[in-house]
T-cell receptor
Framework: DARVTQTPRDKVTEMGQEVTMRCQPI?????VFWYRQTMMQGLELLAY????????DSGMPKDRFSAEMPDATLATLKIQPSEPRDSAVYFC???????????FGQGTRLTVV | AQTVTQSQPEMSVQEAETVTLSCTYD???????LFWYKQPPSRQMILVIRQEAYKQQNATENRFSVNFQKAAKSFSLKISDSQLGDTAMYFC?????????????FGPGTRLSVLP
């Protein structure tokens, strides 16, 4: 049963620490999205990649956030330094083709204290 | 930029009854895709139903169906024979192709409670 895998599932960290979230897209999927979900803002698109190339990261705070796809099986989202306002659930989703169904991972719940 | 609006923050329905969730969107595009996703308390995002804008026929998946009104830019979800397991947040989403990528935005969600 193919699925998107995100690690860690939950993360608590202190303000100022670096946080790395990982996503393994479904094999064969060539598009990867990163979303942030909060009660106030809902689901915000942070970045997306196609064939490992970043196509849009305009939704991402550039000073502290970075997203990469070092290879087709791994996408990463880093926050350095982390701040309490970064506390949220971060989702990765992958898909293939046009107008595809995006498959979501279970998300990483980040708490910055 | 495309926007998706869900005007009902919360709704409730009795088990076995029918409920309709509303969604409107704003776009100047002609070709695009619309989705309804469900997020139960487990927080997993699950696709409920998908509609291609160029298809006039409304999509149906078992108890779930949509009313797609392209001219009105409306995409409502009807859940028939509601079950307790349908309790969740429901998100309407819009996707279009831009250059070599996709624009994929979500509405704010509707919290649905199915009452026994």
């Amino acid at each position: 049963d193919a699925r998107v895998t995100q690690t860690p599932r939950d993360k608590v960290t202190e303000m100022g620490q670096e946080v790395t979230m990982r996503c393994q897209p479904i094999l064969g999927h060539n598009t990867v999205f990163w979303y942030r979900q909060t009660m106030m803002q809902g689901l915000e698109l942070l970045a997306y990649f196609r064939n490992r190339a970043p196509l849009d990261d305009s939704g991402m705070p550039k000073d502290r956030f970075s997203a990469e796809m070092p290879d087709a099986t791994l996408a990463t989202l880093k926050i350095q330094p982390s701040e309490p306002r970064d506390s949220a659930v971060y989702f990765c989703a992958s898909g293939r083709g046009q107008g595809f169904e995006a498959f979501f991972g279970q998300g990483t719940r980040l708490t910055v204290v | 930029a495309q926007t998706v609006t869900q005007s009902q923050p919360e709704m409730s329905v009795q088990e076995a009854e029918t409920v309709t969730l509303s969604c409107t969107y704003d776009t100047s595009e002609n070709n695009y895709y619309l989705f309804w996703y469900k997020q139960p308390p487990s927080r997993q995002m699950i696709l409920v139903i998908r509609q291609e804008a160029y298809k006039q026929q409304n999509a149906t998946e078992n108890r779930f169906s949509v009313n797609f009104q392209k001219a009105a830019k409306s995409f409502s979800l009807k859940i028939s024979d509601s079950q307790l397991g349908d309790t969740a947040m429901y998100f309407c989403a819009f996707m279009k192709q831009i250059n070599y990528g996709q624009n994929f935005v979500f509405g704010p969600g509707t919290r649905l409670s199915v009452l026994p």
